[in-house]
């Protein structure tokens, strides 16, 4: 009769056994213990899920199902999220929450929200809806590539704070609503991120906490209102961009002073185009004049086009195509066809051929269609024709095709948006 083979088997193979027992026995210990515990995911399992971004939606609603039950800054009656009611240690509030949400705390230096908006009512412009929800559209797919969340507005917040100073409340309102971000991207309605594929530098912001394109002898020799670009600029969640915003907001419509302001600026920029107080001149201003208060953490970013003028732009987009397809000539890895989600990985690679090339023509991060008005349908005099509404156009075309690359198609003329045909195997190929 035959013996069990635990005492039948010979000694020098007992090790092996025994630890093949022992491995089926944490086996069937995970098994039990993750059958009682799987509706209750771990810290260690969010984590995980927080380090992958194209997960970061999962992990947000993990977080949210276990809202713990001590008071933050939420519970307090006296809490505003008016543009009119001041925050006082925004830092220390916003550093407890995160100690009850530590699912947040992976990646949060560089956690990013954006927000855009338009205005309440229809567009006066025939075209003008159309054109909004493309621009949105296309702040969308650049938020989805990157894993950002965003928020569009289209409600004044406060009724006086209208037109370009309609944006200062909803950015203290999101900063307020979303405690877990670090910096916030304000996007006007009329620019478009151009290159899709493009990262922001956060870690040279790391001493800032508002970051502006703009020009520096502009803005301290010649004091031009158009030193700097107030449409689109990078504002870290802090208690230095409430007040910041406070005072900003204070030269504002909501301010008793608001004529008073539009008188100061006039007389300080001598190139202000028009009299009354107007965001973009506050901010030229207040950089100007409290340069030591404010000034040594704002960053006047011209490195890139984190606000690209459309006009010389728009001409140069064949340009630009010709430049990143001669590059994916040379290198067939990345002709290959790849999901949306693995884009990162290739934008490396076209960044690392382009710092080597000499030319080092790369596409501009936004295109900013200041003076053109696609919702009323109005523009700058000086704008010739149509050239708005072809420079849009064009713009959200060559935008589009980065991110139709992935799904297998392309507009062949950027002139065209409605007409779009399937890319062949490995495009584009040698020519």
């Known amino acids: 009769m035959a013996k069990p083979l635990l005492h039948g088997k010979p000694s020098r193979d007992r090790p092996c056994y025994s630890f093949c027992v022992a491995v089926i026995g944490v086996v069937i210990l995970f098994w039990t213990v993750w059958t009682l515990t799987d509706s209750l995911p771990t810290f260690s399992a969010i984590l995980s899920v927080q380090d992958t971004k194209e997960k970061d939606c999962l992990n947000l609603n993990q977080a949210a199902k276990h809202e713990p039950s001590d008071k933050t800054f939420y519970d307090d009656p006296d809490l505003r999220y008016t543009v009119d009611q001041r925050i006082d240690g925004w830092d220390e509030k916003r ?30 412009n025939p075209g003008g809806d159309h054109l909004l929800l493309r621009f949105f559209k296309n702040k969308a797919d650049y938020c989805r590539i990157h894993g950002y969340p965003i928020f569009y507005n289209n409600l ?12 200062i409340p909803v950015v203290k309102a999101a900063m307020l609503a979303h405690p877990e971000v670090e910096w916030i991207l304000w996007i006007d309605s009329d620019a478009i991120f151009t290159d899709m594929e493009f990262t922001i530098p956060f870690e040279r912001y790391e001493d800032h906490n508002l970051v502006i394109h703009g020009w520096p002898d502009m803005i301290y020799e010649k004091k031009s209102w158009v030193a700097v670009n107030a449409g689109i600029f990078l504002i870290r969640n ?4 409430m007040d910041f915003m406070d005072t900003w907001a204070q030269m504002g419509p909501i301010s008793p002073d608001y004529d008073k302001w539009a008188k100061i ?20 201003y207040l950089l100007l004049k409290e340069k030591r208060k404010w000034g040594d953490r704002i ?13 010389p732009i728009v001409d140069k987009f064949e340009e630009f195509v010709e430049e990143y397809e001669g590059i994916e000539r040379k290198e067939a890895r990345l002709r290959r066809r790849h999901a949306e989600v693995v884009t990162d990985a290739y934008a490396a690679e076209r960044n690392r051929q382009l710092d080597s090339s000499r030319r080092r023509r790369r596409r501009p991060f936004i295109t900013h269609f200041t003076g053109c008005q696609p919702c009323n349908g109005e523009h700058n005099p000086d704008y010739k024709g149509d050239s708005c509404w072809v420079g ?40």
């Open 299 to 311: 960053y006047v970013e011209n490195t890139y086009d984190l606000h690209g003028y459309w006009l």
């Open 392 to 431: 849009m156009e064009r713009a959200l075309n060559f935008a589009d095709n980065q991110v139709l690359r992935s799904f297998g198609f392309g507009h062949p003329d950027l002139r065209n948006g409605s007409y779009v045909r399937p890319l062949p195997y490995d495009y584009p190929r040698r020519q």
């Open 156 to 167: 004044l917040l406060h009724p006086k704070m209208n037109s370009y100073w309609a944006k």
């Open 238 to 241: 802090c208690q230095w961009s």
């Open 265 to 284: 600026l006039t007389e300080t920029l001598k190139d202000k185009a028009f009299p009354n107080s107007d965001d973009q001149s506050a901010l030229v």
């Open 95 to 124: 550093r407890d929450w995160l100690k009850h949400h530590p699912a947040f705390l992976a990646g949060a230096n560089n956690r990013l929200l954006v927000l855009t908006g338009s205005q309440p009512s229809t567009c006066k």
